[in-house]
């Protein structure tokens, strides 16, 4: 069973960057997809970006252009680097790793304010 943990969230100002880190542990990592989801207050968690095995990726119309996702098999860890960020993007951003069943991690809050 792979174990999840997030960091990198934090406060950041409108057009202003993070990156986001889900390092996995337990499992062999690469045969997983690997995703990020975030979930706003009194909203449903949705889906931001996924990256399979293969590394082919799928990223929300709501955040294209802006968020890219990425993972180093070597590292055992799943990036989402977020760019231009807006107030709409404030959520708890979660980590998931699918193979055959989900697995998420506990979540760390991005808040973009001024």
């Known amino acids: 069973q792979v174990q999840l943990v997030e960091s990198g969230g934090g406060l950041v100002q409108p057009g202003g960057s993070l990156r986001l880190s889900c390092a996995a542990s337990?499992?062999?990592?690469?045969?997983?997809?690997m995703g990020w989801y975030r979930q706003a207050p009194g909203k449903r968690r949705e889906l931001v970006a996924t990256?399979?095995?293969?590394?082919?990726?799928n990223v929300a119309d709501s955040v294209k252009g802006r968020f890219s996702i990425s993972r180093a098999n070597a590292k055992n860890t799943v990036y989402l680097q977020m760019n231009s960020l807006k107030p709409e993007d404030t959520a708890v951003y979660y980590c998931?790793?699918?193979?055959?069943?989900?697995?998420w991690g506990q979540g760390t809050q991005v808040t973009v304010s001024s």
């Open positions: 337990g499992s062999i990592f690469s045969i997983y997809t």
């Open positions: 998931n790793a699918r193979y055959r069943s989900d697995t």
């Open positions: 990256i399979t095995s293969g590394g082919s990726t």
